[in-house]
Every structure is written in structure tokens, then in C-alpha cells.
């Protein structure tokens, strides 16, 4: 089964919709970006959150003490890196992600997960913008690590799901309308990914 990721989200109603969906991870970013949360409140927000949903916090070139301070605020299960980067160990699983220019700037052997993105454009994520699938090598891609993004929306996830069999799909302007999470894109976006996996 196909797992998702709602990323980006800032408050309880998005929260609730995402849970409600079906969704088994929430994202939260810590680096510059409108979607941007304080710690503080992403430990109020989920404080009721069932055990079996993950808390991804969503960081870019971070430093280790800013991120394990933050992991501690929010409580965090997990932690994903956009950007330039040397951290290869934390307290929490890491989450390491790629853009896709071309399939040389993938190494990812050495996460226990990794997220394919679309290159950076404004943000380092969360442009709504597809990457050409096409340019990965998938003879040597470990499915079982393989997180997807980049311009994922209900309408084109199914196909993601067939091109690529990644382990979890990652959305976040996908579920959006006018840059703020729109509950019934999100609830469309986690049917879609279970009607995907049910023609598998």
C-alpha cells in the first residue's frame, strides 16, 4: 500500500482533514516559507494525534542543534532535509531529499528514506511544479526508501504511483487552492492514491 504525506499544513481543521483521509504522515516546515509553523504550535496542534500518524518536520540546510531543539519542541518522529546538507545521523529517521535535475544528484544510500522533488524554484519544495520523470534511473532505486513528490495532485498521482511504486507520496500545493490546504483536494488526493493501489 502506497503511504501519504500531507506537507505544509498550519492548523486543526487541515490537520483533522488529513487524519480523516487516511493520511499517515504530517508535515510540518521549519525553514522560510508562507507554510512556515512555530514548533510551539505544532506540539498544540498534535497533541490528540493517533500514535500510528508520523510528525515529518521539513527543514532546509539546517544545522544539527537547530533541528534536534526543534525535533524536542514538536515532538517529531521524523526529519526532512531540503538543501545542502551533511547530516547523515539525527535523533530521528531522516527524510533526505533530491531535486531531479538529472539522475547524478541522487545518493541516496546512505538514508534510511529519500524524497524525489522537483529542482527548487522559489521554495525548495511546495512549487507545484512536476520534474521529468523520466531522467531517473530506476534500475538501481530502492522502492522501499523511495518517497515522491513535485507537483503531485489527485489528478496525476495515480500515475505517479504506476510510473514510480514508491513507498509514500508527498503533496502539498497539490491539496492547496490560493496557497492555503483546501480539506476536500485533500481527502481527494488520499482516495486517489487508494484507487491506484487497488489496480495494482
Not at 486543526?12 to 493520511?23: F, K, L, S, Y
Not at 487552492?177 to 481527494?188: H, V, Y
Amino acid at each position: 500500500m502506497t503511504q501519504v504525506k500531507i506537507c505544509g499544513l498550519k492548523n486543526r481543521q487541515a490537520i483533522e482533514a488529513a487524519v480523516m483521509a487516511g493520511a499517515d504522515y504530517l508535515g510540518f516546515v521549519f525553514a522560510e516559507s508562507p507554510r512556515q509553523v512555530r514548533p510551539e504550535k505544532v506540539r498544540d496542534l498534535t497533541r490528540d494525534l493517533p500514535q500510528e500518524i508520523k510528525k515529518v518536520g521539513v527543514f532546509v540546510s539546517p544545522q544539527k542543534e537547530e533541528v534536534e531543539e526543534i525535533v524536542a519542541i514538536a515532538d517529531l518522529d521524523m526529519i526532512q532535509i531540503h538543501g545542502k546538507s551533511d547530516l547523515t545521523e539525527l535523533s530521528r529517521p531522516i527524510i533526505r531529499a533530491f531535486s531531479i535535475k538529472d539522475q547524478e544528484s541522487i545518493y541516496f544510500f546512505q538514508y534510511p528514506h529519500f524524497l524525489l522533488d522537483a529542482p527548487p524554484a522559489k521554495l525548495m519544495g511546495g512549487n507545484g511544479q512536476t520534474f521529468d520523470w523520466q531522467l531517473v534511473d530506476q534500475r538501481h532505486l530502492p522502492k522501499k526508501k523511495l518517497w515522491l513528490a513535485g507537483g503531485l495532485t489527485a489528478e496525476n498521482v495515480g500515475e505517479a504511483i504506476q510510473f514510480f511504486q514508491p513507498r509514500v507520496v508527498d503533496v502539498s500545493s497539490g491539496v492547496e487552492t490560493d496557497g492555503e490546504k483546501d480539506l476536500a483536494k485533500i481527502a481527494a488526493f488520499c482516495q486517489a492514491v487508494k484507487a491506484a493501489d487497488a489496480q495494482k
